[in-house]
């Protein structure tokens, strides 16, 4: 079974453009195992705590079997899986979230094969718009609260996700370049790790690409 990117109640893999507030909002990661799911929320214990997600029709989930459930639902005239049908109690995730208000709001959630022994070192994540790519760095638009920008080193470690992303890859024998498949003005989710003073992208997961000119 493959992993599906799922945009819950609207078509699997369709792009989704963010809400203005999103943009170069900073989110944060958090990995643990579910320990609830419900139509609009899931709940994940984590090492420190509990954490309980609200989740709506912007938030992508990822995990194995999307791809069968999406036609299912397809099948039976519904735009798309119920998060209750890909996420299970006891499942390991990680979940890249925003928070306003008090409220933590899932902006992804991807299912994973194990916890690991090191949760410590997951991944920061932040949102924002590509403002310059090259094949081994990229700068994006930051929240005005943490600096204007960022910049991340890119190299063959890095993950991109997005549509298009693994024909693009196929069509050119796995050797694509991530110019390839990011472009200045797309909106990006990047996960990375600060090393020293490098920020190292881990993923970039392309939720929106730039209007067309």
Same mark, same amino acid.
């Given at each position: ?29 958090? /990995? ?14 984590? =090492? ?18 999307? $791809?069968?459930?999406? &036609? ?7 735009? %798309? ?28 959630? &991807? ?11 997951? =991944? /920061? ?9 090259? =094949? ?6 930051? $929240?005005?609260?943490?600096?204007? $920008? ?11 996700? #997005?549509? %298009? ?7 050119? %024998? #796995? ?29 970039? /997961? ?8």
């Amino acid at each position: 079974m493959k992993t599906a990117s799922l945009a819950l109640a609207l078509a699997v893999v369709a792009l989704i453009p963010m809400p203005a507030s999103l943009v170069a909002q900073e989110t944060k990661m958090a /990995r643990g195992t579910v320990t609830a799911v419900a139509a609009d929320s899931v709940t994940v214990k984590t =090492p420190e705590k509990e954490m309980k997600f609200a989740a709506d029709s912007k938030t992508t989930v990822e995990a194995i079997g999307g $791809s069968t459930k999406t &036609r299912q639902a397809k099948a039976a005239g519904e735009a %798309g899986p119920k998060l209750t049908e890909v996420l299970k109690v006891g499942q390991p995730v990680t979940v890249s979230y925003s928070e306003s208000g008090g409220v933590l709001k899932a902006v992804s959630i &991807r299912a994973i094969s194990s916890l690991g022994g090191n949760t410590a070192a997951a =991944p /920061r994540a932040i949102v924002g718009k590509v403002t310059s790519i090259t =094949p081994t760095s990229m700068v994006i638009s930051g $929240s005005a609260n943490v600096g204007s $920008s960022f910049t991340f080193t890119i190299d063959g470690s890095t993950k991109v996700i #997005g549509k %298009g992303a693994g024909t693009a890859a196929a069509a050119a %024998g #796995g050797k694509t370049v991530i110019t390839d498949l990011v472009s200045t003005g797309d909106t990006v989710n990047v996960a990375y790790h600060q090393m020293g003073d490098t920020l190292h992208a881990a993923e970039i /997961r392309v939720s929106a690409k730039a209007a067309a000119k």
